[in-house]
């Protein structure tokens, strides 16, 4: 995106990144689940913020839905509105990582060359994308929201996986096949890893 601000300056402060790593006794870092809708992104970002919270880790979710009361409530869901999502998403993800926070954050970004200029903003090791990977079928059959049967009506349109692609990731960091995986085995496997980067303590 072109920046059209001018004559500014970025400030460096004083506490660096060493330093809240060394106050939080955990590193920043942003969690980015995407998946299709219903797939289980936001259900699995709360079970492992419970888990960090109870390791007394410092953290937040960033919910797709949640966004969109406040901060995106101007964006809807065309491909243009769904890119300048995203690229919010991971610029506010970055400075709660930079804060030392690990961030959660549970959007379908659906689109690849969006979820890799969320990744450029991170430094390496500290943008693990989870890919919730879970069949269309099973989806639909969950749909809590009866959206997938609104759009299989046509009373959606730009619904990703049914008239909106979605690029699933070739290469994350974790794979969950949460049409199939127990929750806690989800959990637990993002919290192995987290712990073997050493991003997080062992324990």
């Not at 929201?145 to 974790?174: C, H, S, V, W």
């Not at 995986?181 to 303590?201: C, M």
Request: proline share 5%.
């Amino acid at each position: 995106m072109t920046q059209k601000a001018t004559n500014i300056t970025w400030h460096q402060g004083l506490v660096t990144a060493e330093d809240r790593t060394r106050l939080n006794g955990h590193s920043g870092a942003v969690l980015w689940f995407t998946g299709l809708s219903s797939s289980g992104k936001s259900t699995l970002a709360c079970a492992v913020e419970r888990c960090l919270c109870q390791r007394g880790c410092h953290t937040y979710i960033l919910d797709g839905d949640n966004i969109r009361y406040g901060l995106n409530k101007n964006l809807g869901f065309s491909p243009e509105d769904r890119k300048e999502n995203i690229r919010r998403i991971g610029e506010v993800a970055r400075l709660f990582a930079d804060a030392g926070l690990i961030i959660m954050t549970a959007f379908i970004s659906p689109y690849a060359d969006d979820r890799q200029a969320a990744r450029n903003l991170l430094p390496p090791g500290e943008f693990v994308e989870i890919f919730c990977k879970c069949p269309l079928e099973v989806c639909e059959v969950r749909d809590p929201k009866g959206l997938y049967k609104k759009a299989r009506a046509g009373q959606l349109k730009d619904f990703t996986g049914i008239d909106a692609p979605y690029e699933a990731p070739l290469n994350p960091e974790i794979v969950l096949e949460t049409g199939s995986e127990q929750l806690e085995q989800s959990a637990d496997r993002i919290i192995g890893y987290l712990e073997r980067q050493g991003l997080i303590p062992a324990q």
